[in-house]
């Protein structure tokens, strides 16, 4: 594989804009992108619920046909307070509440549900399930996301949202490797720490990522988060957590997903270019760069020369496009294009039927 064609399958980005704009078709059909992530600023107000599951199903078939390979084409609805797409898609309730149900069988039908619908609407991954533990009554980002406070309650509950997704057709990816659920700050916006001794974060961070590793979950997905007992680095630009951790340690075979490098705890420290090439010598398969398509293009730019330049991080770009472009034929789009078979799964009966036994566990959204 060239180290040009290499490169452009470790970035997955956004773009702004109701229909995918032409710069960002051109990267995909060169192989400058492995495909899309989607958020609610792409979505067209909703003109009723036909509509609006019409528009997404056109918006990510779009980038189907611009892709030469089958592209990831990505959303983050987890449920509760983390969802970009609205009705007439399933609402889930928080993780939280789904896994203080603590009933693994219902977690899996719940998110096969939505799975398929997704996958109806051309989805090829939900950025779920959340593998963090909540442990600290004053974090800002995860609360209610994870599945619980205990690593072995997220284990079990994450693991079967995850096996729903994929059931569906869809990949799921565990998120935020190594923990990121006793911070005090949201990686949005500053740099976390999270102190603790290796021990105690093998028990309890590590924890539900291991069982993930052992379960076969194809992706993860990293924390802008410091653990000095780890290294000084945060977690996304750590080999020591990005590659002794993850692979070495727990034996993850599957794809190592960067969190946004535009987030500020990262962006704060250095330029995009530096991040994207360290983010993949220290471990990372994909990039994540979820809005500025300036800053991809720089990105990809960067990882070519310093491919060129350094045979050995060229290898690694190679091994982790190998990864990627496998991830994408395991799970490529399945999407229900004809607008009444969609409607007929997108907010259909087996959805319905979910919907109802949501309602009935006092679990309405």
């Known amino acids: 594989m060239r180290r040009t064609e290499a490169c452009g399958h470790l970035i997955l980005g956004g773009f702004t804009g109701t229909t995918l704009p032409d710069s960002y078709a051109r990267a995909l059909r060169k192989g400058e992108r492995a495909g899309a992530v989607i958020f609610r600023r792409n979505l067209r107000p909703e003109k009723g619920a036909d509509a609006d599951a019409t528009a997404v199903a056109e918006l990510t078939a779009s980038i189907h046909a611009a892709a030469p390979e089958p592209p990831i084409v990505a959303v983050d609805q987890e449920g509760g307070r983390v969802a970009r797409l609205g009705p007439p898609v399933l609402r889930l309730p928080a993780a939280a509440r789904l896994g203080a149900t603590q009933d693994e069988d219902f977690i899996e039908r719940v998110a096969y549900a939505q799975g398929c619908e997704l996958a109806a609407l051309g989805f090829t991954t939900s950025f779920a399930p959340v593998l963090d533990v909540h442990t600290h009554p004053e974090n800002p980002v995860i609360g209610d996301r994870a599945f619980g406070a205990t690593p072995e309650a997220v284990s079990k509950m994450a693991l079967a949202f995850a096996r729903g997704l994929r059931k569906a057709g869809l990949f799921p990816c565990g998120k935020h490797f190594p ?7 949201d990686s949005h916006f500053e740099l976390p720490i999270v102190q603790g001794d290796r021990a105690r974060l093998e028990a309890v961070e590590l924890a539900p990522f291991a069982a993930a590793a052992r379960a076969g979950l194809p992706a993860l997905m990293t924390a802008h988060v ?6 000084e680095k945060p977690a996304t630009l750590s080999h020591a957590i990005c590659t002794d951790i993850v692979r070495t340690h727990l034996g993850f075979g599957g794809v190592l997903i960067s969190d946004d490098l535009e987030m500020q705890a990262v ?10 090439v360290e983010a993949v010598s220290a471990g990372c398969d994909l990039l994540l760069i979820c809005s500025n398509e300036d800053a991809q293009a720089r990105a990809y730019e960067a990882l ?22 496998s991830l994408r034929r395991e799970f490529p789009p399945r999407p229900e294009q004809e607008r009444e078979r969609l409607v007929n799964i997108v907010g259909g009966a087996s959805s319905r039927a979910i919907a109802q036994e949501l309602a009935a566990r006092g679990l309405a959204s």
């Open 179 to 185: 923990g990121h659920g006793d911070t005090t700050k």
């Open 226 to 231: 410091v653990y000095p007992a780890l290294d």
């Open 267 to 276: 962006a704060a420290r250095a330029p995009i270019e530096e991040l994207a």
């Open 304 to 325: 070519v020369r310093h491919a060129e330049a350094h045979p050995s991080f060229g290898l690694r770009c190679e091994q982790a496009a190998e990864r990627v472009r």
